[in-house]
């Protein structure tokens, strides 16, 4: 009985695994020889960030806790429903924050802005505790010492993301939290208006630091939070920082395997 | 009962108490070791567990912990737990192992395997289930938005994004060109240095305690303490104008707390000579503050050096002061260097103690040029 159903069903996959269309996307056969298991990963771009083969108790969850793949995947998500937000979302004082009022009210079954948020959240956890276990397991001592400096910048690519993000909504937690962060600004040494030793920056009575020139104003754009910063923040967020972060994954991606692998006892 | 227990949790989550425990429990967990076993973890986790889940009863509690983008906390707060133990668990079989006949557990199992499947299977259940936590999570709980961003009026407490709450907790015992500036650019530029620092060879891609033993206490002081411990007491524990409130107490906006910090000045000239403060041009400011500059230069400067003398030239009692071992091992740059960011690192608790023990504001204040430490 059910090999009436069956065989019918492993018929048709075979024809379609032997059609030509199949055989022009997976140039070999299913990954079950070991031949294929060398072939899918250098004949696929994606999988081909991998190695063929690979310590065993490198790959295991108890080692890795696959943190960085968990940190990569989350940036993924992101790149996607940021993408999708993008659509919806105009980052102008008059719009910002009913655009998001739209997206909460008039889409059904909409939880884009959710995910993009928890998504968000969640890979700056990962992103530390990534840097605990690569700490951990000593995984920064020679021949890494170059890719966890790497990592510590996209560390920093990340809380920047995620800060950026938060003025987008425009709401009073948003608005806020970024007057609150970028006042610090203001304490610059020698380029913050209110930093040690800015006021000795003078040309004859002249203060070459002030509040239409400092290091905050280069921040926001202007004075106060404004409009100025809600597009700079937007540019950032959706194109500058991601574009840094994602060129500094490639090449935090290729110094893994260029130092040789996942870390392990030497 | 109830209410003796909520006020012993309030007093024990006092910035003073609950840094100074915590400070504590890490250290003797580094003594005694044992404390890391799989009984100890599940003990603690779930103590902790109880305790949210109880403390969810509680009105002013729940208010705190339920808001939406609080939410990643608790989540720092478990996980963080979880995986410092998985580590130092796994640290110390790896040590236990060492020590007797046997190798350590990733040397073991050395041999290679195919990445197809054993890993890109783990990948892929990976990705599945957290797309399904991050789906649930979303389908959930909403993203928070309040009221349309109003310039003209400010919450009370303004809080950065809950991962800058460390620096912003730091406000309180440093100026903002330290707290958010000095301090965050010593952050990244320290744990980039740390491969150039350490010249440990051992513990290289194994987990262990053992075998890295300071640099393990380093780190996780910083980041358990430092970072983490501030992370959470910044979004749970302070309320209007950054006053502390308990988990149990209510955020009372009219709360007013006596500030009566004084700076190292006031107790030199004021208190100790009984003098007015020296005014009047830049050579006075100096005579002003030239105990707390002597201090600062001292710890910066002075104190590097002597830590590299060997044991013989300490007093005893002040041996432990010596560091002369690292000085020979790690040459004098990677010593100075390393010293110097490990004690730029330890001055924010060493402010933070100043400030209970004396109520100190300042070490060194010019606040006519913003140069405040």
Same mark, same amino acid.
């Given at each position: 009985?059910?090999?009436?159903?069956?065989a019918p069903l492993s018929?048709a996959?075979?024809?379609?695994t032997d059609s030509?269309?199949?055989?022009?996307?997976?140039r070999?056969?299913?990954? @079950?020889?070991?031949?294929n298991r060398a072939?899918v990963?250098?004949?696929n771009?994606?999988?081909?960030l991998?190695?063929v083969?690979s310590?065993k108790?490198?790959?295991?969850?108890?080692?890795?806790w696959?943190m960085g793949g968990?940190?990569?995947?989350l940036?993924?998500?992101?790149?996607?429903t940021g993408?999708l937000?993008?659509?919806?979302?105009?980052?102008t004082?008059e719009?910002?924050?009913a655009d998001?009022?739209?997206?909460?009210?008039h889409?059904p079954l909409?939880?884009?802005?959710?995910?993009?948020r928890?998504?968000a959240?969640?890979?700056?956890i990962?992103?530390w505790l990534h840097?605990l276990r690569?700490?951990?397991?000593?995984?920064y001592k020679?021949?890494r010492e170059?890719n966890w400096?790497i990592?510590?910048?996209?560390?920093?690519?990340t809380?920047?993301?995620?800060f950026?993000g938060?003025?987008?909504p425009w709401?009073q937690l948003?608005i806020?939290?970024?007057? @609150?962060?970028s006042?610090m600004?203001?304490?610059t040494?020698?380029?913050?208006t209110?930093g040690?030793l800015?006021a000795?920056?003078?040309?004859?009575d002249i203060?070459?630091?002030?509040?239409?020139?400092?290091?905050?104003?280069?921040?926001l754009?202007?004075r106060?939070?404004?409009?100025?910063t809600?597009?700079r923040?937007?540019v950032?967020?959706?194109?500058?920082l991601?574009l840094?972060a994602?060129?500094l994954m490639a090449?935090?991606?290729w110094r893994v395997r260029?130092?040789?692998?996942?870390s392990?006892?030497? | 009962m109830?209410?003796?227990f909520?006020?012993l949790?309030n007093?024990?989550?006092?910035p003073?108490?609950?840094?100074t425990?915590?400070?504590?429990g890490?250290?003797?967990a580094?003594?005694?070791?044992?404390?890391?076993s799989?009984?100890?973890?599940?003990?603690f986790f779930?103590v902790l567990?109880?305790f949210?889940?109880?403390?969810?009863w509680?009105p002013d509690?729940f208010?705190?912990?339920?808001k939406?983008?609080?939410?990643?906390?608790?989540g720092?707060?478990?996980? @963080?737990?979880f995986f410092t133990w998985?580590a130092?668990h796994?640290?110390?079989?790896n040590?236990r192992?060492?020590?007797?006949?046997?190798?350590?557990?990733e040397k073991?199992?050395?041999?290679k395997?195919?990445?197809?499947p054993d890993?890109?299977y783990?990948?892929?259940?990976?990705?599945v289930?957290?797309?399904?936590v991050l789906?649930v999570?979303?389908?959930?709980?909403a993203a928070?938005?309040?009221?349309p961003a109003?310039p003209a009026?400010s919450?009370?407490?303004?809080?950065a994004?809950?991962?800058f709450?460390?620096l912003?907790e730091?406000?309180v015992?440093?100026?903002?060109?330290l707290a958010?500036?000095?301090f965050?650019?010593l952050?990244?530029?320290g744990l980039?240095?740390?491969p150039y620092?350490d010249?440990n060879?051992?513990?290289?891609g194994y987990?262990t305690?053992?075998?890295r033993?300071?640099?393990?206490?380093?780190f996780?002081f910083?980041?358990?303490?430092?970072?983490?411990l501030?992370?959470v007491?910044?979004?749970?524990l302070r309320?209007?104008?950054?006053?502390?409130f308990?988990?149990?107490?209510?955020w009372?906006?009219h709360?007013?707390?006596?500030l009566?910090? @004084?700076n190292?000045?006031?107790?030199?000239?004021?208190?100790l000579?009984g003098?007015p403060l020296?005014?009047?041009?830049?050579?006075a400011?100096?005579?002003?503050?030239w105990?707390?500059i002597l201090?600062v230069g001292a710890?910066l400067f002075?104190?590097p050096v002597?830590?590299?003398?060997p044991?013989?030239?300490?007093p005893?009692?002040?041996?432990?002061l010596?560091?002369?071992?690292y000085?020979?091992?790690m040459g004098a740059?990677?010593?100075?260097?390393?010293v110097?960011?490990?004690?730029?690192?330890m001055?924010?608790?060493?402010?933070?103690?100043?400030r209970?023990?004396?109520?100190l504001?300042y070490?060194?204040?010019f606040p006519e040029?913003f140069?405040?430490?």
């Amino acid at each position: 009985m059910l090999n009436r159903i069956l065989a019918p069903l492993s018929a048709a996959w075979k024809e379609a695994t032997d059609s030509q269309v199949w055989t022009s996307i997976f140039r070999h056969g299913k990954p @079950v020889s070991n031949r294929n298991r060398a072939l899918v990963m250098m004949s696929n771009v994606f999988l081909h960030l991998h190695p063929v083969k690979s310590r065993k108790a490198g790959i295991k969850l108890r080692y890795t806790w696959c943190m960085g793949g968990i940190t990569f995947f989350l940036f993924l998500v992101l790149t996607f429903t940021g993408l999708l937000l993008m659509f919806y979302y105009r980052p102008t004082v008059e719009y910002a924050y009913a655009d998001i009022v739209d997206l909460q009210e008039h889409v059904p079954l909409g939880i884009m802005r959710e995910l993009h948020r928890w998504g968000a959240h969640a890979m700056v956890i990962t992103v530390w505790l990534h840097m605990l276990r690569v700490f951990m397991t000593g995984s920064y001592k020679p021949p890494r010492e170059f890719n966890w400096g790497i990592g510590v910048v996209l560390l920093v690519l990340t809380l920047l993301l995620s800060f950026t993000g938060y003025l987008l909504p425009w709401d009073q937690l948003a608005i806020w939290a970024i007057a @609150v962060g970028s006042n610090m600004a203001r304490a610059t040494p020698l380029l913050g208006t209110e930093g040690p030793l800015s006021a000795s920056l003078t040309l004859g009575d002249i203060s070459l630091i002030n509040a239409g020139n400092d290091a905050r104003f280069a921040l926001l754009g202007a004075r106060s939070v404004g409009q100025p910063t809600l597009l700079r923040f937007y540019v950032l967020h959706c194109v500058g920082l991601p574009l840094v972060a994602a060129f500094l994954m490639a090449v935090h991606f290729w110094r893994v395997r260029k130092d040789g692998g996942i870390s392990g006892p030497m | 009962m109830i209410d003796l227990f909520k006020d012993l949790v309030n007093w024990a989550s006092g910035p003073t108490v609950l840094f100074t425990i915590a400070t504590l429990g890490l250290l003797a967990a580094f003594r005694f070791t044992q404390v890391w076993s799989k009984t100890s973890a599940k003990v603690f986790f779930a103590v902790l567990a109880v305790f949210y889940t109880a403390s969810m009863w509680d009105p002013d509690f729940f208010l705190i912990v339920a808001k939406p983008d609080n939410i990643p906390i608790t989540g720092v707060i478990f996980l @963080v737990f979880f995986f410092t133990w998985f580590a130092m668990h796994q640290g110390i079989q790896n040590d236990r192992r060492s020590a007797g006949e046997g190798e350590v557990l990733e040397k073991q199992e050395s041999e290679k395997v195919w990445v197809w499947p054993d890993l890109v299977y783990t990948e892929m259940l990976a990705m599945v289930i957290l797309s399904i936590v991050l789906l649930v999570w979303s389908i959930l709980l909403a993203a928070p938005l309040e009221q349309p961003a109003n310039p003209a009026d400010s919450p009370n407490p303004s809080k950065a994004p809950w991962y800058f709450l460390g620096l912003q907790e730091m406000l309180v015992y440093f100026d903002p060109w330290l707290a958010g500036v000095v301090f965050p650019t010593l952050i990244i530029v320290g744990l980039m240095a740390i491969p150039y620092i350490d010249t440990n060879p051992k513990g290289n891609g194994y987990f262990t305690f053992r075998e890295r033993k300071a640099e393990i206490v380093i780190f996780l002081f910083g980041f358990l303490i430092l970072w983490c411990l501030l992370v959470v007491s910044g979004t749970f524990l302070r309320g209007p104008n950054w006053n502390f409130f308990g988990p149990y107490e209510y955020w009372d906006v009219h709360r007013v707390e006596p500030l009566l910090n @004084v700076n190292v000045s006031d107790f030199f000239w004021v208190k100790l000579l009984g003098r007015p403060l020296p005014t009047g041009g830049f050579f006075a400011a100096l005579m002003r503050e030239w105990l707390g500059i002597l201090m600062v230069g001292a710890y910066l400067f002075v104190l590097p050096v002597v830590m590299s003398w060997p044991r013989d030239k300490f007093p005893t009692g002040l041996k432990w002061l010596s560091c002369h071992h690292y000085f020979e091992k790690m040459g004098a740059t990677r010593y100075y260097l390393g010293v110097s960011l490990f004690l730029m690192m330890m001055s924010l608790p060493i402010k933070m103690y100043l400030r209970w023990a004396f109520n100190l504001k300042y070490i060194v204040a010019f606040p006519e040029i913003f140069f405040n430490i």
